[in-house]
């Protein structure tokens, strides 16, 4: 059945805001309507939706997407069940065998999924180079039986081809997410389970043995019914028991961490899936603890990461305490290198919330940090642990409690005032590589074009690669929509897109001569990139070869003009 003819006509047939409308209170503002978000809970409506565009976005919690999006999203449902109700409500003929979200279907997916498991890991017993890969990253047999790892064949179809063998028909194999178009999911990947509180496997992670610049490390398998990124934790199923036990529970970065750490006896350890730790993943936490140790890379990214879980841990009434370590290290590394003694150091100088903001940020000057910090603390649910910490604020930057106190009322009614402010005319400014994707889905017609003389290479931000890709495998296969792409886009990416759509317009005049420049552009910051490599280096030959590369560079741009 050609889903694919289907969306489009429903996408036809649906007014957005109309059909949005019967959810929640839209009004209108402009070109767009606008409402308080349905999925966080907010004051000040920043939730938009664009009718002309057919799409609609929340800049509060970050969601977007199509109408599909919106009704799985409100309902929590799958694509297949609100496809079948929006074609139900615009009278389109719709047959689809798993009509119903019974729970039988939801049955079939467990089942095809730790099916799926086992047969990763056979084939990981017959991949000698998958099984050194996993010993060169400190790996032992015993981890790879408590988390079940196994690996996915270089192979296009290889489960697939199993899943068939077994009696699994095409619409279950395709609802799984696991295979598309007959193609495999993963392939050459190192594959890591991911379970429910149950012990049921519902989801996959998946890592590159070999990096490769064209593919992205590490991928998780799409979203079903039964498995939801965003509100899923890695190795929670494991850890739980533990996290009881010890009394908190350690929210690492990756896969490796957890895994490692669990093999060194650090068993009550878990891992967002992905991104950052979401609202969800701790209220998961929430139920069996309410203290929480962030343990992650001491480098900026590693300070930022855990600045962002602080906020939804506050929320949630959490205590929370922070180990970092050195920089561009993490759980697995130190365990690899330095062993668990190492680690039960990190951990053992593990400091408050405070500490975060007032010694880990020195670049920024102190009254920054204790704004920061205030803001922070202004997402406290605790009084008495908000009293704490603003009494240790004090005393770590000799300001009385009672200014402190007086600021943070001032810091509350600012971001009320701030989000009061919020207006939906903000302009953002897009880099080389966004203007790039906005083309292309403003005008297909451009893909061709592009791929044809993008260098993926060239790209800065690993998510608008990523998007990329998808797009580059969808129009090689003869496939390429926006309503495929945006099936094939994890939810961050999703967000991404449809901001980027309704914040900003692309003009038609000129479009190959900005995507010339845009891909020019792109192309010469790499080779400044080189070419500061090479200076460093001292280099002479290559500083050489790169100079008369960017000139021709530039050459070009001229001869165009
Ligand atoms: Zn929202």
Redesign the pocket.
């Known amino acids: 059945m050609d889903y694919q003819k289907i969306i489009e006509e429903i996408k036809e047939k649906v007014d957005i805001v109309d059909f949005i409308g019967e959810f929640i209170d839209l009004k209108k503002t402009g070109q767009n309507y606008r409402a308080l978000?349905?999925?966080?809970s907010?004051k000040t409506p920043?939730?938009f939706v664009s009718p002309s565009k057919k799409i609609w976005h929340?800049?509060?919690?970050?969601?977007g997407g199509d109408v599909l999006t919106f009704l799985m999203e409100y309902e929590n449902i799958d694509f297949y069940e609100a496809l079948s109700i929006l074609a139900k409500r615009t009278g389109i003929e719709f047959f689809f065998s798993l009509k119903s979200p019974s729970p039988v279907s939801k049955e079939k997916l467990y089942e095809i999924y730790k099916i799926s498991a086992l047969f990763y890991s056979d084939q990981l017993k017959n991949s000698q180079r998958a099984k050194k890969y996993l010993l060169s990253r400190g790996i032992d047999e015993s981890s790879i039986g408590t988390f079940s790892i196994g690996y996915a064949p270089d192979e296009k179809d290889a489960l697939y081809s199993y899943l068939k063998a077994q009696n699994f028909d095409d619409n279950i194999i395709k609802r799984s997410a696991l295979v598309t178009n007959n193609y495999d999911f993963f392939r050459d990947r190192i594959i890591i389970p991911i379970h429910d509180l149950t012990g049921r496997i519902i989801g996959f992670g998946g890592r590159l043995i070999e990096l490769k610049s064209e593919l992205p490390k590490y991928i998780n398998s799409p979203d079903t019914t039964i498995f939801k990124k965003g509100e899923n934790l890695f190795g929670f199923w494991q850890a739980k028991k533990f996290i009881k036990e010890k009394g908190y529970a350690v929210i690492v970065e990756g896969y490796m961490d957890v895994i490692l750490c669990h093999q060194h006896g650090f068993k009550n350890v878990v891992a967002p899936l992905g991104t950052s730790v979401t609202l969800e993943q701790l209220r998961k936490i929430r139920r069996v603890t309410n203290k929480i140790l962030f343990l992650f890379d001491g480098d900026e990214a590693g300070i930022t990461a855990t600045e962002r879980g602080l906020i939804p841990a506050f929320q949630l009434g959490f205590i929370v305490k922070i180990a970092l370590l050195k920089e561009n290290e993490d759980p697995a590394s130190i365990l690899q290198k330095e062993g668990s003694n190492s680690l039960r150091n990190y951990i053992a100088q593990a400091f408050s919330p405070v500490d975060l903001f007032i010694e880990k940020r020195k670049r920024k000057n102190l009254t920054e940090r204790i704004h920061d910090c205030l803001n922070a603390l202004s997402y406290l649910k605790d009084s008495i642990y908000q009293e704490q910490l603003l009494k240790e604020l004090s005393e770590k930057t000799d300001i009385s409690e009672m200014s402190l106190r007086d600021e943070l009322k001032k810091v509350v009614y600012e971001s009320k005032q701030n989000k009061e402010k919020f207006r939906f005319s903000e302009k953002i400014l897009l880099n080389e590589e966004e203007f790039l994707l906005r083309i292309i889905l403003a005008y297909p017609g451009k893909i061709n074009y592009v791929l044809k003389f993008i260098n993926f290479e060239d790209f800065e931000t690993n998510h608008v690669r990523n998007i990329f890709l998808k797009i580059k495998n969808l129009y090689e296969s003869g496939q390429y929509s926006q309503d495929r792409l945006f099936n094939l886009l994890e939810q961050n990416e999703k967000s991404f897109i449809s901001k980027l759509i309704i914040m900003t317009e692309i003009e038609q005049n000129s479009l190959e001569q900005n995507i010339n420049d845009c891909i020019k552009r792109l192309s010469i910051k790499t080779v400044d990139k080189k070419i500061k490599e090479a200076a460093k280096l001292g280099d002479e030959k290559s500083l050489y070869e790169l100079i008369k590369k960017k000139k021709i560079l530039l050459s070009k741009d001229n001869e165009r003009e």
């Open positions: 978000c349905p999925f966080h907010e920043s939730f929340c800049f509060g919690c970050g969601k």
